[in-house]
């Protein structure tokens, strides 16, 4: 008999390790990266959807995107690996890890890692 298992146990993330996971992803992109990704993702969403993923920041904080994941978020990490670069060039080699960083900086709600 198979038996199926994950070694650690699978476990989910705390809001507070949810954020500081999402904060270290951003601090290890190439900065090439995240200005192609700005650009990219200001001209290809509305002004509309920005005032509502400001909204959805200030209101739910790091898991503001959750309920837009699965078909919006498919649309915007496609766009990026069309516009930016393939998932194999990232860090940790996924736009599921990145994405949601890039669009809080893209619309002002994110620092640069300068900053």
């Not at 904060?23 to 509502?52: C, G, H, T, V």
């Not at 516009?83 to 893209?106: F, G, H, M």
């Amino acid at each position: 008999m198979n038996k199926i298992t994950s070694n650690p146990p699978l476990r989910m993330m705390s809001d507070a390790e949810f954020a500081k996971y999402h904060d270290d992803r951003f601090a290890e992109l190439p900065d090439w990266i995240i200005e192609k990704s700005k650009e990219a993702l200001l001209y290809n969403i509305s002004q509309e959807d920005i005032d509502i993923i400001k909204k959805e920041i200030d209101q739910n904080g790091s898991t503001w995107c959750s309920p837009y994941h699965s078909w919006w978020g498919m649309k915007i990490r496609n766009l990026l690996r069309d516009k930016v670069c393939r998932d194999s060039e990232l860090p940790v080699q996924n736009w599921d890890d990145y994405y949601v960083t890039l669009i809080e900086y893209a619309v002002g709600k994110r620092k640069s890692k300068r900053a």
